[in-house]
């Protein structure tokens, strides 16, 4: 979906109050998972899905899409709302999270479902990858970008600050 020039705030905040109904009853179906960060998460993702990333629901492998990059992955749930929200896939498949064979683990895995740009699990890792992922781009002349969410509580790895610190170095604006 290209992005929009203006957004209709009221129809993003509908579409976000959505996303947070998904993300509860998910949760509830699953009798576990995270719900602070998916929640406190959807208006960022809302922004970013419906009104910011450049991207094909229907061709997910789409080459100049723009990169999402999920670096804390316990807050899935709110990307696969979205991304259902988005017509990745039914809706209807979010009641599946967590259960033993799902597409919708607690940490995303890039390849059991289509629009994921990486598999997270342990903290600090994603922006190393996207940092990687945005210079691959560059070095072969695209325009895609690539964004990363990170948690706090991963922030104090060493990783994420060589991270910073090659994106800083390659001039990347990730």
Known sequence: MPATSRPDYAQLAKTAASIR????????????????????LADIFTALYFHILNYRPKEPNWVDRDRLFLSNGHTAPVLYATMAEAGYFPRKELQTLRQFGSRLQGHPERTKLPGLESTSGPLGEGLSQAAGAAL???????????????????????????????????????
């Open 21 to 40: 109904e998904d993300i509860i009853n998910m949760l509830t179906t699953a009798g576990s998972g995270h719900s602070a960060g998916p929640l406190g």
């Open 136 to 174: 691959a781009l560059r070095m072969d002349g695209g325009r895609q970008r690539v964004y990363c969410i990170t948690g706090d509580g991963e922030l104090d790895e060493g990783n994420i600050w060589e991270a910073a610190m090659f994106a800083a170095a390659k001039k990347l604006s990730i």
